[in-house]
């Protein structure tokens, strides 16, 4: 079994900064790409960012120079730190990983249940 669960949103002021955490724990041998994602009501969900095993990332355009994607392998854990926060910032932030699980040569999507970040003033 592999779980991934997020943690650190919150109400933030717009231009406000919060820092989310996505840990992944079970039977895990290695983990390839992580990514955060999100789904504002009303709203198809988005990729936020990406970041592979070796370092990699990728940002969707609306977040580029104010969310910085970061993760300690051997934690197995990603961050997602947010910056400048605006309004149209406010969404459920998911995580996912492609996780290769113990005794497979598999790659699995796993998906977190999702942290909840609100800008207002």
């Known amino acids: 079994q592999v779980q991934l669960v997020e943690s650190g949103g919150g109400v933030v002021q717009p231009g406000g900064s919060l820092r989310l955490s996505c840990a992944a724990s079970?039977?895990?041998?290695?983990?390839?790409?992580m990514g955060w994602y999100r789904q504002a009501p009303g709203k198809q969900r988005e990729l936020v960012a990406t970041?592979?095993?070796?370092?990699?990332?990728n940002y969707a355009d609306s977040v580029k120079g104010r969310f910085t994607i970061s993760r300690d392998n051997a934690k197995n854990t990603m961050y997602l730190q947010m910056n400048s926060l605006k309004p149209e910032d406010t969404a459920v932030y998911s995580c996912?990983?492609?996780?290769?699980?113990?005794?497979?040569?598999?790659?699995?999507?796993?998906w977190g249940r999702g942290t909840q970040v609100t800008v207002a003033s």
């Open positions: 996912n990983a492609g996780v290769i699980p113990i005794a497979t040569s598999r790659t699995f999507s796993y």
């Open positions: 079970g039977t895990i041998f290695s983990i390839n790409v």
């Open positions: 970041i592979s095993r070796g370092g990699s990332t």
